[in-house]
């Protein structure tokens, strides 16, 4: 990067983590430290919200996934509106009005406290492992631009995330948030424009789309119904909509952010722009993908687009073997690149045969390049056997620092970070205030004074820092981040949504049986998730389900035990 990147880069995060760290000075109690003294306004809370989930895993892997597999992700928030509105309806004036910290203290009121401490432990293990993936993504871009390895990036970033999340609390997180959000629209906006500048000036924005749908790009809508495929319209739809309820319901990262709202209103209207809000802007962050796909249709890209473990490579004994592999791929390319001319003729002329046919001799010739990056790969493996062989994190950035103006490639690589240190400081922040009113306040210490809590939840921070660090260290060996957050998550969001919906609408069930009920229904999510018998979203409606289900046999079994044992009494 450019001495003006460096200083655009550098500006943008020192203003940032002063504004939050100035907004939240004073904070002198548990209650502002963890909920910022519930007074937010709703937009704060709708751009907290969408800047906790919009983590720089999305600006650095959903481009990537358009670039390699198309726009059909953009289905997976299909049910986040509906998610968004059942929210309102039940969660948010019920979290509002029994005044929690977290969304596990109301389970303790309704069912007990084996109930409150299992779903606490579940978020924990899920939201701790989540965030060392969202701690890694911008590791990833400083070892690019430095040339070092991630493992430095990843503990420099980390520590700066958890030193102003232990300054600040809850309103340093949500007051950066607000600000990162619309730095992060306009540098968005500003990529978009520039990748359809950089095309060849007889390819604008319509023809670039269309070039990418003959190339199997722009498939963003699947309405077949198949166990087997993990983005259509109705896993998004019905899978999509159990994870959003369950991550925007349960998830104490997100519930931490509404329940800032200074009224019910204010958090309402919150989550309902952002349910309004999310499925265009991650259309927008998928469709850059899709042009930076046809951009590299007339402009080489890299053989491997991770810089480091390339030049890893060709500085090992294996250089000469790359150097053979890299003119092959030059000449497939070369190849590659007539036939895409001949398909712009077509495509001015018209011509739907001659479309058609090189659409077909396109695919092959992609799947000729695509063959040579995978020799490329078995060689770095040969090379280093921990060498991270999926580069499709790397696509954007590389496109990024190759090919932006100065100045522009500081701001997006400040947005990056800038989207991570929101996602990360939120789930710090819901981790320590679970940790600390959910066991240690609960369990350990009941009668301590406020400021020995506010101390505690101060060290709570900096213990799932050091936690979260070292799961960031081993995130490379998981192939793309925005999917393994996913995954990750609906192995236990299901569950955790199964016990609430229990809590709220079936009033019979006592705590005993949900209890048992969920420890039934994650075993069985577990199975079906590792032997693939369902892809991923499926496996949110799976445990909801059979927390449900199997909450009311078990509540009717102990039922009839007992008034068996009454009776023969």
């Known amino acids: 990067m450019s001495s003006a990147d460096w200083g655009v880069l550098i500006f943008t995060l020192v203003v940032i983590v002063g504004y939050g760290i100035y907004k939240s000075r004073g904070t002198k109690n548990i209650e502002g430290y963890l909920l910022g003294n519930q007074s937010l306004p709703w937009y704060s809370v709708c751009l907290s919200v969408m800047a906790t989930q919009a983590s720089a895993i999305t600006f650095l892997s959903a481009p990537g996934l358009a670039y390699s597999s198309g726009m059909s992700f953009v289905q997976f928030y299909f049910g986040l509106p509906l998610a968004m509105i059942v929210l309102c309806i039940t969660f948010v004036p019920i979290f509002h009005r029994l005044k929690v910290y977290t969304a596990y203290e109301y389970l303790e009121q309704r069912f007990d406290l084996n109930t409150r401490a299992l779903?606490?432990?579940?978020?924990?293990?899920?939201?701790?492992?989540?965030?060392?993936?969202?701690?890694?993504?911008?590791?990833?871009?400083?070892?690019?631009?430095?040339?070092?390895?991630?493992?430095?990036?990843?503990?420099?970033?980390?520590?700066?995330?958890?030193?102003?999340?232990?300054y600040g609390g809850t309103k340093a997180v949500s007051y950066t948030q607000m600000l990162q959000m619309s730095i992060i629209f306009c540098g968005l906006f500003a990529a978009g424009i520039m990748v359809v500048h950089l095309l060849p000036g007889d390819v604008g924005f319509s023809k670039a789309i269309e070039i990418a749908g003959k190339m199997g790009r722009t498939n963003a809508?699947?309405?077949?119904?198949?166990?087997?495929?993990?983005?259509?319209?109705?896993?998004?739809?019905?899978?999509?909509?159990?994870?959003?309820?369950?991550?925007?319901?349960?998830?104490?990262?997100?519930?931490?952010?509404?329940?800032?709202?200074?009224?019910?209103?204010?958090?309402?209207?919150?989550?309902?722009?952002?349910?309004l809000v999310k499925i265009p802007m991650q259309f927008l962050i998928l469709l850059i993908g899709v042009l930076v796909f046809t951009f590299y249709q007339y402009n080489r890209p890299p053989v491997f687009f991770n810089s480091y473990e390339l030049n890893k490579l060709e500085r090992s004994s294996y250089q000469p073997q790359l150097e053979l592999l890299k003119a092959d791929y030059g000449k497939a390319f070369d190849r590659k690149q007539i036939q895409i001319n001949k398909l712009n003729v077509a495509l001015d002329k018209n011509d739907r045969a001659v479309v058609d046919a090189q659409r077909v001799v396109l695919r092959q010739a992609d799947d000729e390049v695509k063959a040579i990056r995978g020799k490329v790969t078995d060689l770095m493996l040969k090379n280093d056997k921990g060498a991270d062989i999926n580069d499709n994190n790397y696509v954007f950035l590389s496109f990024v620092t190759r090919y932006l103006p100065r100045g522009l490639i500081g701001l997006l690589i400040a947005i990056i970070f800038l989207a991570s240190m929101g996602s990360t400081a939120s789930a710090l922040n819901s981790?320590?205030?679970?940790?600390?009113?959910?066991?240690?306040?609960?369990?350990?210490?009941?009668?301590?004074?406020?400021?020995?809590?506010?101390?505690?939840?101060?060290?709570?921070?900096?213990?799932?820092?050091?936690?979260?660090?070292?799961?960031?260290?081993?995130?490379?060996?998981?192939?793309?981040?925005?999917?393994?957050?996913?995954?990750?998550?609906?192995?236990?969001?299901?569950?955790?949504?199964?016990?609430?919906?229990?809590?709220?609408?079936?009033?019979?069930?006592?705590?005993?049986?949900?209890?048992?009920?969920?420890?039934?229904?994650?075993?069985?999510?577990?199975?079906?998730?590792?032997?693939?018998?369902?892809?991923?979203?499926?496996?949110?409606?799976?445990?909801?389900?059979l927390v449900v289900v199997l909450s009311i046999l078990l509540q009717l079994l102990i039922k009839n035990k007992t008034a068996a044992v009454s009776g023969n009494g």
């Open 221 to 275: 809508i699947d309405f077949k119904f198949d166990w087997n495929n993990q983005y259509t319209v109705w896993s998004g739809l019905i899978g999509g909509f159990f994870l959003q309820l369950s991550y925007f319901g349960t998830d104490q990262s997100q519930v931490g952010r509404y329940l800032t709202g200074s009224s019910v209103s204010e958090s309402r209207l919150g989550l309902l722009m952002n349910g």
């Open 119 to 166: 779903t606490a432990f579940l978020f924990l293990v899920q939201r701790g492992l989540s965030t060392g993936i969202t701690i890694y993504a911008p590791s990833i871009i400083l070892s690019t631009i430095l040339d070092i390895n991630t493992t430095y990036t990843t503990l420099c970033i980390g520590s700066i995330v958890v030193a102003y999340t232990v």
């Open 431 to 545: 981790l320590a205030s679970t940790s600390v009113i959910d066991i240690y306040k609960r369990l350990i210490n009941k009668e301590a004074s406020d400021e020995k809590y506010l101390k505690a939840s101060r060290w709570s921070t900096i213990l799932w820092g050091v936690v979260c660090i070292a799961m960031a260290l081993y995130a490379s060996k998981i192939g793309n981040l925005i999917e393994a957050v996913n995954i990750l998550g609906s192995y236990i969001y299901g569950t955790i949504l199964g016990v609430f919906l229990v809590a709220f609408y079936v009033k019979q069930v006592n705590g005993k049986a949900v209890f048992y009920a969920a420890i039934l229904a994650e075993i069985m999510v577990c199975i079906c998730g590792f032997n693939q018998v369902v892809t991923y979203l499926w496996l949110n409606v799976i445990g909801c389900v």
